[in-house]
């Protein structure tokens, strides 16, 4: 009794220590913030157990459909490599309807065969309060869907990609034009291979290879301005030292020379990727 009471008079003492380094806001909002954890850790674990109860009420041949059902579901929707919300993938589900609170064993089941099976990732992101799935290769990175020269738009893609890489990841609106037109592309004009550009870009947006954001520094408040930076999607499927490659091939240069001029866009490149995939 007595080492408890000494064991929590240290503890005290520890915290009160602690407090007195730290100036009394920042010390409040590191217990807020603790706080805030655990119970965001505790509320993770309560809905796992509550996902696994529903689960164990479903027969297996059931289970085994839902899984079969949502599979080929990502798998369909990938082919347009658009991320789906889970409302979509709840409807479009026979069963999970009346079984939506297993909705985390049977994605669970399904990103097992997805990963051995396909070579797929399913990954989750957020955007406001919505929660979207989308598929990204796991197989070998450098010849994956996105790097793959297959197709103008795919190479419109990764380079503009390229621009917005040696931007440190923020390009705005007004250098994507004129980077489109040094290409021969014009924006607002339709173009013999890439049609209608600002619709391909907002294409490019959905499939999260690319983001838009308003520009909140923008000085015309009458005329809204944007920053492109990469999308999700980009980030999980392509690599900071194959974009250095490509603009070392375009310029006909060693890539070393690259990597040394751009060492800062390669440190806030990882930065941003490390922000974004938690």
Same mark, same amino acid.
């Given at each position: 009794?007595?080492?408890?009471?000494?064991?929590?008079?240290?503890?005290?003492?520890?915290?009160?220590?602690?407090?007195?380094?730290?100036?009394?806001?920042?010390?409040?909002?590191?217990?807020?913030?603790?706080?805030?954890?655990?119970?965001?850790?505790?509320?993770?674990?309560?809905?796992?157990?509550?996902?696994?109860?529903?689960?164990?009420?479903?027969?297996?041949?059931?289970? +085994?459909?839902? =899984?079969?059902?949502? /599979?080929?579901? %990502? &798998?369909?929707?990938?082919?347009?490599?658009?991320?789906?919300? @889970?409302?979509?993938?709840?409807?479009?589900?026979?069963?999970?309807?009346?079984?939506?609170?297993?909705?985390?064993?049977?994605?669970?089941?399904?990103?097992?065969?997805?990963?051995?099976?396909?070579?797929?990732?399913?990954?989750?992101?957020?955007?406001?309060?919505?929660?979207?799935?989308?598929?990204?290769?796991?197989?070998?990175?450098?010849?994956?869907?996105?790097?793959?020269?297959?197709?103008?738009?795919?190479?419109?893609?990764?380079?503009?990609?390229?621009?917005?890489?040696?931007?440190?990841?923020?390009?705005?609106?007004?250098?994507?034009?004129?980077?489109?037109?040094?290409?021969?592309?014009?924006?607002?004009? +339709?173009?013999? =291979?890439?049609?209608? /550009?600002?619709? %391909? &870009?907002?294409?490019?947006?959905?499939?999260?290879?690319?983001? @838009?954001?308003?520009?909140?520094?923008?000085?015309?408040?009458?005329?809204?301005?944007?920053?492109?930076?990469?999308?999700?999607?980009?980030?999980?499927?392509?690599?900071?030292?194959?974009?250095?490659?490509?603009?070392?091939?375009?310029?006909?240069?060693?890539?070393?020379?690259?990597?040394?001029?751009?060492?800062?866009?390669?440190?806030?490149?990882?930065?941003?990727?490390?922000?974004?995939?938690?």
């Amino acid at each position: 009794m007595r080492r408890t009471t000494m064991s929590s008079q240290m503890s005290k003492r520890g915290r009160v220590e602690e407090d007195e380094e730290l100036p009394a806001s920042q010390s409040k909002r590191s217990r807020a913030a603790e706080a805030m954890d655990l119970s965001q850790s505790q509320g993770t674990q309560r809905g796992v157990e509550s996902a696994k109860r529903a689960a164990e009420a479903i027969s297996p041949a059931d289970m +085994k459909k839902m =899984v079969a059902a949502m /599979v080929r579901f %990502l &798998l369909f929707n990938d082919k347009r490599k658009v991320p789906v919300k @889970r409302k979509d993938i709840v409807d479009n589900v026979t069963g999970l309807k009346e079984h939506g609170r297993a909705f985390a064993v049977v994605l669970d089941n399904a990103k097992v065969i997805l990963n051995e099976i396909f070579g797929f990732d399913v990954i989750e992101c957020t955007a406001g309060t919505q929660r979207y799935f989308l598929l990204v290769n796991a197989l070998d990175l450098p010849a994956n869907r996105a790097w793959a020269s297959g197709g103008e738009q795919l190479s419109l893609m990764v380079l503009i990609l390229s621009v917005i890489f040696m931007k440190e990841n923020r390009l705005k609106d007004d250098e994507l034009s004129l980077f489109l037109d040094s290409v021969g592309i014009e924006r607002g004009r +339709k173009h013999n =291979v890439h049609g209608d /550009v600002d619709k %391909l &870009l907002a294409t490019f947006c959905q499939q999260k290879y690319l983001d @838009r954001q308003s520009d909140s520094n923008q000085e015309d408040s009458k005329k809204r301005t944007y920053i492109w930076s990469w999308g999700l999607r980009a980030f999980l499927e392509i690599e900071a030292s194959q974009v250095l490659e490509t603009l070392a091939r375009l310029h006909d240069q060693d890539v070393e020379e690259w990597k040394l001029e751009f060492t800062g866009a390669v440190a806030s490149h990882a930065k941003n990727k490390a922000d974004l995939i938690r």
